[in-house]
Every structure is written in structure tokens, then in C-alpha cells.
């Protein structure tokens, strides 16, 4: 459509040029990080806004965990009987929540970003990757402390008897936590970018997402599914880092360095392409939501 | 002789009508399978029978052929009517949508202020909004704390500054999203409309520090309805058409062709789902005799015909009117008078006379749009598609030398003395 983008400027000291369209690569990583302070506002609102005028405040931040473990610790513990490594149930479901709750908070806040923003997005330009990111920064911060107090619940079964080795993987913990942070930007930023032209992905992502976790060794251990189907429960990028997450913090769980550098590759390639849909779509999408 | 610090170079910005928003995933899906079957695209099929599928493929230029130069300190007013293309052009200026063809070229930092308040949260405090508006129009935080007490003092909301703004009255709160505005430091202010908001007095003060920020060297291009801002910020400013710039130069020479311009009826845009539109429409003497000039104090009578294209339960109608500095005047609604359009089946049409009585608007010209509707969305909306002359006869007012220009309106009096 056009072809004078050739026209040389380079004798002027042009601040910006806005062209139709951008080259598929052309992505402006440094004015993000020249947005960083509205990042860090963009968290900081998210942060106290969530919780102005609820009498618990914070704590609900635990309280949503704790009470997906207790009900697991029923159902599936207690009624369903599937086994937990012979671990605590509360400690073996817990670990595998706080994990895979980062994630798919990541995933599903991050894939509303243009619906949910469409207003301010159709009024002041700021880089839009932005807000995902600060999502993913803001639900890190909910991560920490479903972290620690993970960590407590650890240290108080490890004073009540149960032998909990806490093995070498745990120096892999920060890789862990960007690796979930990755896969769910990445996934996140693919589907918002799809909703601006498809609205139905937004209600397929909520419960995908919750599907997804089944598919994901949350409340039972890999090493319970039957060698023929391990493959494709492997697969799932998500498996290698949750069961690492396991052995990392309970020292339970099969890791494999192959399988976790397959997943690293993973969420490297989702990101990039999520990047590079993001910022194509970006420009436009005013036009159709 | 100073810089250039924008230019446009053949921008042109085409939209899609009719695809937008209804793109769902089994539309798609749907058109893709009836094309691999070889069969006939099945969404075109089901709005074949309305006329919005004469629009459905349709491209709209909501801009063509753009070329402007707009120098350093210039305080560029853009008027046209609405539709005009001038809120596009400052959407892509301010990078909110991109061009479809063409290229903008820009030297110095750009601050868009399309809508005071963007990214207010109602929970967080006077403070944290000032923070976090400020980082979203392009601030650092550093140059926010360095204005802060200057943002703060200019809202005029000290006292309230640690509340959360959604305790704020609708008054305090544009102030203080103004003032944060007003207290960018780019060098480029991209401004729409907003001084349409706000009290007369708060108004008065933003004209003012729009002017301290005008003459203080930036650039400032200025959008408004507003002509008599325009008159005192602008000075330059262009006409736009139809999506093009059909003038450009001083400001009074522009305004004075757009206050001509506007006093054509130019082509109406429909606007709506279609569901019920209007026929035929025409201001008629109370004899049923078809007019376009009354005098004052005089009744007419609007008739309307109007078609449904589907079953609708029941449909609104309402009537506005603009004066032509596209003022909005006055709304009348058939709700005014309970009176009800129901029960209406698909393909029958009806015609509906609403008679306005005893009009006292000021002499001069005026400008009716019709709108049919309900609570849920817009049939068939046609902007200022009718245009009534008022004259100032004898009938209501009997001074023998023209009406106040000033006065917008006309009270009826009746005279006497009292005999002590």
C-alpha cells in the first residue's frame, strides 16, 4: 500500500516518524523501559486498588490459596485418594497452587489487556506493552507472599517430623518464577492480541485455563501417570516447571534437565511471538474493538 | 523564520464499516468453512436484507490527502463540522490509531489531551491520580514531583488531596485532571474539546492557562466547536472538509468560511442499526404546506416517515436542535408528551407529526437532527438534516429595529402602568 518509507530523512532531526506500517521486528524495547516509572505506577494501582474498602486486605492474597488447598486436600485427597508422594497433602497441593497460580494469573489478566483498556488506549499513547508487563510485576508481588507463607507451612511440618529434603533445584526457584511469568505473558499477550478481532477467546480463556491445570501435575504427581501417556502430559510446557518447582521446595518429583530446557525454549519462542503479534496489533486496534 | 515541528505528508486514514465489532471467531469460522464448501458466505446472506450490507465491505476515508506544516510556538486551531476528520487526525497524531497511507513527522516530545482524567482510578487519592495520569500522558515521576505543589495548587483541591476521587465532586474532579494536564512539559500539546467541561468560571481559567501555555513558544494544536476559543488562542488555524483541508490560513478568514459553510446542509450521514429509519422528513406550516423560514413566536410542524425494517416492539423518536454554531439548543422526545410508537410489524411505515409550538428561540438559524431509537441503541440517527430560518416578524415581539444578537433566546413580556 505504501512504498515511501525509502524517502530519506536522515539529514533532518526528525523525533518520530509515524508510518503505516511498522516492520514486523521493529519493536521499541527501550521506550518501555523509558515508561518505567508508569510501570511502577500502573503496579502500585493494581496493588492498593484491589484492596481499598475489604476488611481483610492483603490477607486475601493467603486466603484464596489456603482455601484451594483445604478443598483439594478433600476431594481429591481424601475422597479421591490419589496419592501425594507421601507428603502431607496440604504441603504437596499448596506448592503446586502457589506455582501454577502465578502463571495463570499472568495468562488471564494479560489476555484482557485491550478489552479492558480499549478507553484509555483510544485516548493517550503509551507503549501497551506496558500494562501487561506491569500485570505480570504486580501478580509477582502476590506470588512473594503466597511464597513465604508457603515457606511457613514448610518449616512448621518440618518441626512436626516430616522429612522434607529441600534439594539443589531450589537454586532453580528464580528461573522457575520467570519461566511461569513468561508462559503466561507470552500466551497472554497471543490471545489479547486476538481478542481485539474475537471476542469468544476471552471466555474460552477462563476456564482453559482451569482445564489446563488438570492437564498440569497439580494435585497428583507425575510419577503416578502411566508411562504410555507421560509424553504428552510433558508437553505441556507447564509440567517440567511446576514438577521442578516441587522437588525444588519439597524435594519430591522427577526432574529432567531435557524437559526443563524444553520449556525454557518454549517460553522463549511464545514470548517472542507474543511480542511480535502484540506489537503489530498494537497500532491498529482502536480501529476494531 | 522557525522551524517546522510537524508534518503531514499525504495522510490518509481509511476505516472499515459494517466488519467492525462483529468480528467473532464463529463468523469467521462460519465464512470459512461455506467457502471451502463452495458455497456462499453465510453472514453476507443473513444481512443481504437490511440495508447495512450495501455498507458491510464498504471503506470509509475519514482522511484524505492530508499535507500540513505546522512551525514552532503556531497555536493551530482545526474546525470543521463534526465528521470532518478532525478528531482522526488528532488520534493519529497523538499515535492512539496509525495512518493508512502516508507518513507524520514530528520534532519534540508530543502530549495528547483527547478526554481530561484518562486513567483516573475512582479508588486511589487525589495524589496517586496526579502520579499515575501524569506517567500516562508521558511525565516521569521525577517532573511530576517537581510540579506537584504547582498541579495542586492550580486544581484548587488542597484539602482533598489524600481522598480517594471518587468521593470527589464531578467539578473538582475535571479541575484537578485538567491541572495535571495543563502542566505537561512537551513541547507539542495535542488538545480536543476539553475545555467543553467544567463550569463557566473553570473554563475561563483553562482558556487562560491554555493562552500562558501558547505563548510561552509551544506548539499547540487546538480542536474545538467552541469559535469564540478558538478566536482567542489560535493563531492559525485551518478548515476542515470531509476529510480533507480545504483551508488554511488566518483565523478569522477560516472562521468566517466555516461560519459560512456551516450553513449549508451538507450531505447527512446516517447513522444506527437501520432497524426503523426515516423516509422522508420536512418542516411543514401548520396548513400542511412544506417551509424552511418561519417567524418568531410562530408553530410548525415536523412530519417524519418512518419505516420498520423488523418487528420493534416499540421505538423513540427525538428532535434536536443546534443553532448554527452547532450549539445544542433544545431535545424533544416524544416521551414529552407520553405519547408511544409501538407495536410495529416489519415493512409497515408510519408517518408522525410533532408540532413544536410558539417558538421562542432567538432569530437566526437553526438546525433540527432526528433520532430514533431506545434504551438500547440508535436505529437511524440524521444529523442536523433539516434547517430552519427564524425570522423576527411581529407575531411575539413587536420592536421595530432587529433582535439582540447576543440573546439566544426571546421572553414574551406584556406591558402596562400602574396607576397610583
Given amino acids: 500500500m505504501n512504498n515511501q518509507s525509502t524517502e530519506n530523512i536522515s539529514g533532518e532531526d526528525w523525533t518520530m516518524v509515524i508510518r503505516p506500517k511498522r516492520h514486523l521486528l521493529e519493536l521499541d524495547l527501550k521506550e518501555i523501559w523509558r515508561y518505567r516509572d508508569l510501570i511502577y505506577l500502573f503496579v502500585k494501582r493494581d496493588f492498593v486498588a484491589k484492596y481499598k474498602q475489604t476488611v481483610l486486605g492483603p490477607l486475601w492474597f493467603i486466603i484464596q490459596p489456603l482455601l484451594t488447598t483445604l478443598m483439594f486436600t478433600v476431594v481429591f485427597g481424601k475422597i479421591a485418594g490419589i496419592p501425594t508422594e507421601g507428603l502431607p497433602n496440604i504441603l504437596f497441593y499448596l ?18 489487556t485491550f478489552i479492558t483498556n480499549a478507553s484509555i488506549f483510544g485516548k493517550v499513547y503509551f507503549p501497551r506493552l506496558t500494562l501487561p508487563v506491569s500485570i505480570v510485576v504486580s501478580s509477582l508481588i502476590t506470588f512473594v507472599i503466597q511464597f513465604v507463607f508457603l515457606i511457613a507451612f514448610i518449616i512448621f511440618y518440618a518441626f512436626r517430623g516430616v522429612s522434607i529434603q529441600i534439594g539443589p533445584e531450589v537454586l532453580l526457584v528464580p528461573v522457575l518464577v520467570i519461566m511461569m511469568a513468561g508462559l503466561g505473558l507470552g500466551f ?19 476456564f482453559g485455563v482451569q482445564l489446563w491445570m488438570y492437564a498440569t501435575p497439580i494435585i497428583y504427581p507425575l510419577s503416578e501417570i502411566p508411562e504410555k501417556y507421560k509424553p504428552y502430559v510433558i508437553a505441556n510446557p507447564m509440567t517440567p516447571v511446576i514438577e521442578t518447582f516441587k522437588t525444588a521446595m519439597l524435594g519430591v518429583g522427577e526432574v529432567n534437565y531435557m524437559h526443563l530446557l524444553y520449556s525454557l525454549g518454549f517460553t522463549v519462542g511464545i514470548l517472542a511471538i507474543g511480542i511480535i503479534v502484540f506489537n503489530k496489533v498494537e497500532k491498529n486496534f482502536m480501529d476494531t474493538v | 523564520m522557525p522551524k517546522t515541528v510537524i508534518e503531514l505528508e499525504d495522510i490518509a486514514k481509511q476505516y472499515r464499516l459494517g466488519v467492525v465489532g462483529t468480528g467473532t471467531l464463529s463468523h469467521d469460522l462460519n465464512r470459512w468453512w461455506a467457502r471451502f464448501r463452495g458455497k456462499e458466505d453465510p453472514t453476507k446472506k443473513i ?6 450490507s450495501k455498507v458491510d465491505t464498504k471503506f470509509v476515508w475519514a482522511l484524505k490527502d492530508i499535507n500540513l506544516e505546522v512551525s514552532e510556538g ?4 482545526i474546525v470543521g463540522k463534526n465528521g470532518a476528520g478532525k478528531s482522526t487526525m488528532l ?3 497523538s499515535r492512539v490509531t ?5 507518513e507524520i513527522r514530528v520534532r519534540g516530545r508530543i502530549a495528547s489531551l483527547l478526554e481530561v482524567g484518562t486513567g483516573f482510578h475512582p479508588e486511589l487519592t487525589g495524589r496517586e491520580n496526579i502520579f499515575l495520569n501524569g506517567a500516562i500522558l508521558g511525565m516521569t515521576r521525577k517532573e511530576i514531583d517537581r510540579k506537584f505543589d504547582e498541579i495542586v495548587e492550580f486544581s484548587g483541591v488542597k484539602k482533598y ?5 471518587k468521593r470527589y465532586s464531578s467539578g473538582m474532579y475535571v479541575r484537578l485532571a485538567f491541572a495535571v494536564a495543563a502542566h505537561l512539559e512537551s513541547e507539542i500539546l495535542i488538545v480536543d474539546e476539553v475545555l467543553a467541561v467544567g463550569d463557566a468560571e473553570f473554563q475561563k481559567r483553562a482558556i487562560g492557562k491554555m493562552k500562558d501555555v501558547s505563548t510561552s513558544g509551544r506548539t499547540v494544536l487546538f480542536v474545538s466547536h467552541n469559535l469564540t476559543a478558538v478566536e482567542q488562542l489560535c493563531n492559525k488555524a485551518v478548515l476542515m472538509q470531509n476529510g480533507t483541508i480545504t483551508m488554511d490560513g488566518q483565523v478569522g478568514d477560516i472562521l468566517e468560511a466555516y461560519r459560512k459553510s456551516s450553513l449549508e446542509i451538507g450531505e447527512v450521514k446516517p447513522y444506527g442499526t437501520n432497524q426503523v429509519e426515516f423516509i422522508s422528513y420536512s418542516i411543514n406550516d401548520l396548513n400542511g404546506n412544506e417551509i424552511k423560514e418561519i417567524k418568531l413566536g410562530d408553530s410548525f410542524k415536523v412530519l417524519a416517515n418512518i419505516k420498520f425494517n423488523e418487528d420493534v416492539e416499540s421505538t423513540d423518536l427525538s428532535l434536536d436542535v443546534r443553532n448554527d454554531s452547532n450549539e445544542f439548543i433544545s431535545h424533544v422526545t416524544n416521551m414529552d408528551d407520553q405519547f408511544f410508537i409501538a407495536e410495529n410489524k416489519r415493512g409497515e411505515q408510519k408517518t408522525i407529526e410533532i408540532t413544536l409550538k410558539n417558538f421562542s428561540l432567538a432569530p437566526g438559524i437553526y438546525y433540527i437532527s432526528l433520532w430514533l431509537g431506545n434504551m438500547y441503541g440508535t436505529f437511524n440517527y440524521l444529523e442536523n438534516c433539516l434547517r430552519l430560518s427564524v425570522k423576527q416578524g411581529e407575531a411575539f415581539i413587536q420592536r421595530n429595529y432587529p433582535f439582540d444578537k447576543r440573546s439566544r433566546a426571546v421572553l414574551q413580556s406584556s406591558w402596562e402602568q400602574k396607576s397610583d
Fill in chain 1, 188 to 206: 497472554g499477550i497471543i490471545i489479547s492480541s486476538m481478542t481485539t478481532k474475537y471476542r469468544d477467546l476471552l471466555h474460552l480463556v477462563k
Fill in chain 2, 74 to 77: 503556531t497555536v493551530l486551531g
Fill in chain 2, 47 to 52: 444481512s443481504a436484507s437490511n440495508e447495512l
Fill in chain 2, 98 to 102: 496509525g495512518p493508512t497511507t502516508g
Fill in chain 2, 91 to 93: 488520534k493519529l497524531l
Fill in chain 1, 95 to 112: 506448592s503446586g497452587i502457589v506455582g501454577w497460580n502465578y502463571f495463570a494469573t499472568c495468562l488471564n489478566e494479560t489476555s484482557a
Fill in chain 2, 161 to 165: 488531596i489524600g481522598t480517594p476521587v
